[in-house]
């Protein structure tokens, strides 16, 4: 088999071990998966999935590529007790499932929040995932068509907000100098744990974030309290791009900058002072002069914050 040869060339070695998770109700070509491979690497298991691309018969209308055109892998940290990874295998086999029923294709660079930890019942820090090209897998120009290697890295959540609210790329580069690879080890902390990176990250998103009109992110959710005021929640990554951004773009009266989430909308300008709006977008003004005092509400620390010139608004900054 073509991927097979290819894999076990490029980690120099055969295939260890194999999973079929296909779903029992599943027919073939059909999805999800055919199988999950793994090669022991060491001090990593290399998982890819079979089944994404066309593996003995071509269906896809186009010839350039195989199937969806990729496979998805993953770089999995070997544990101490040498147990297989069967939750990646699961994980993989649950993300090809949703990429078949909702025919959502992944791509370099996309993200995804996992909704509690990536691996079930531990108390790892990696709840999040990001899609990079395989660094150590060239694609493969298959019988059936061109096949890319899609891995999932596992990320911390707040990991997750600076790639929302500053450049994935730049947060898969800053993982890639500490670990080329990209393994998924369950045990790290987020690289934002250390104070020295954290200022790194926010020196890189405010010099290469210059030219942004807007800031879109993750975490952003606006809550009714009682009466007609309202509470403001962002997670840490996007508050700590929010401070600089507003110094930079708050520079005279009439200045905006828009902060855009999943389902609201935050304009913060310079005039008049007070906010207007409802669940979907709010407008919040602030003198020239309390432009700083308002960006130091987001610094990327936790917490509750208010503004004198905003009354009946509360700030909350999630890790």
């Known amino acids: 088999m073509a991927l097979d040869a290819h ?35 060491g001090d990593h298991w290399h998982l890819v999935t079979y089944g994404l691309s066309e593996i003995d018969v071509k269906q896809s ?13 993953m770089r999995v940290e070997v544990e101490p007790s040498e147990e297989e990874p069967t939750w990646a295998v699961d994980l993989l086999a649950n993300l090809a499932t949703y990429l078949w029923t909702g025919r959502h294709p992944f791509a370099p660079g996309h993200h995804l929040a996992l909704g509690g930890p990536i691996r079930l019942g531990t108390d790892t820090a990696l709840s999040a995932a990001v899609v990079v090209a395989d660094p150590a897998l060239d694609d493969l120009d298959g019988p059936f068509g061109r096949v890319e290697f899609l891995q999932l890295v596992g990320l911390a959540a707040d990991e997750l907000a600076w790639c929302q609210a500053w450049s994935t790329e730049g947060m898969v580069a800053l993982l890639g100098e500490r670990d080329p690879l990209l393994v998924t080890r369950l045990g790290r902390t987020s690289l934002l744990a250390d104070p020295a990176v954290r200022a790194e990250v926010g020196r890189r998103a405010a010099c290469d974030g210059a030219s942004l009109t807007e800031l879109r992110v993750g975490t952003l959710e606006v809550r009714r309290q009682r009466g007609r005021g309202r509470v403001i929640r962002l997670g840490a990554g996007a508050a700590a791009a929010l401070g600089p951004a507003l110094r930079r773009e708050l520079i005279g009266t009439g200045a905006s900058f828009e902060v855009v989430g999943e389902r609201n909308t935050l304009r913060f300008g310079v005039g008049e002072p007070g906010w207007k709006g409802d669940d979907e977008r709010l407008d919040l003004v602030v003198a020239l002069a309390q432009v700083d005092e308002l960006a130091a509400l987001f610094d990327g620390s936790a917490g509750w914050g208010r503004h004198a010139q905003l009354s009946g608004l509360r700030f909350q900054v999630i890790p």
């Open 7 to 41: 894999l076990d060339a490029a980690d120099g070695r055969p295939t260890n071990r194999r999973w079929w998770p296909r779903a029992a109700h599943a027919r073939p070509h059909q999805g999800p998966l055919d199988q999950v491979t793994a090669h022991h690497l």
């Open 61 to 73: 209308a186009d010839a350039d590529l195989s199937g969806w055109g990729f496979e998805l892998t």
